[in-house]
């Protein structure tokens, strides 16, 4: 079986493959100061869980952009997995042509998802991975990656509002159901939610004007959920985006070697 794992600015989410049907996953948060032990415990219940012994395990394929936790990260894998893992964009490639002025700007986990959204959906494409950041990839009709754009998240965005303002309160980030709210906490969710899909409906569509109208709007992430309720914001929603990707350029890595020798 193939271990992939996503390490985004909040969230490692962890898979497991079987060819290519993804048998399980988890996440666990993200935090610099985690100790490769407390990631390996984490990792030895998963595959537990999943009924699995840690010799079920061929090889594991990681996408981080956060360096910080690499070094944790990197040592659970050998002392609980017993293997070195693959590093996207290091010591395995993502077979995307990466057009952008400088291509090593370019986080790992926005190729990867544009690996798997070209192979899923074709092109021209537009991802949308709600994450820390909400970023918005364009891929065009050949599974080129353009560039994109990179928006404050939500989560983010409401923490800087509650900072920087005297009364307003934490709420809960959910859909109001109505654009006025009539007490505090539902005016500040209307804000959030309602003045997020407008900048995530307006962003795509001025993406869509490069593209051409016939473009995709895939969306990812964990909070991709909380928009898709909105219709016209997206044409689909695919959570397992990232990880489908790490497990596709895996497939390609191995199809290399063996062509190779």
Known sequence: MLLVIDVGNTNLEFGLFE???????????????TTSDEIGFMLAH????????????????????????MYSLLNAVKKYIGLVPLVAGETIEVKVPNLYDNPKEVGMDRLVNARAGFEKYGGPLIIIDFGTATTFDAVDKNG???GGAIYPGIKISMEALVKQTAKLPRIELVNPGVA??????????????????????????????????EARVIATGGLSSLFAE????????????????????????????????
């Open 19 to 33: 060819g290519t049907k993804l048998s399980g996953s988890f996440r666990m948060g993200t935090n610099p100061e």
């Open 46 to 69: 998963f595959l537990e869980f999943n009924g699995l012994e840690r010799g079920d395990i061929e090889d594991v394929v990681i996408a981080s952009v956060v360096p910080q936790i």
């Open 144 to 146: 080129a990656y353009l």
């Open 180 to 213: 006025i709210g009539t007490n505090t906490a539902a005016s500040m969710q209307a804000g959030a939610v309602y003045g997020y899909v407008g900048a995530v409906g307006n962003i795509s569509q001025q993406m869509r004007t490069v593209l051409g109208r």
């Open 230 to 261: 909105f219709p016209g914001v997206f044409d689909v929603v695919d959570k397992t985006i990232t990880i489908d990707g790490l497990r596709m350029i895996y497939d390609d890595y191995r199809e290399g070697k063996s062509k190779n020798g």
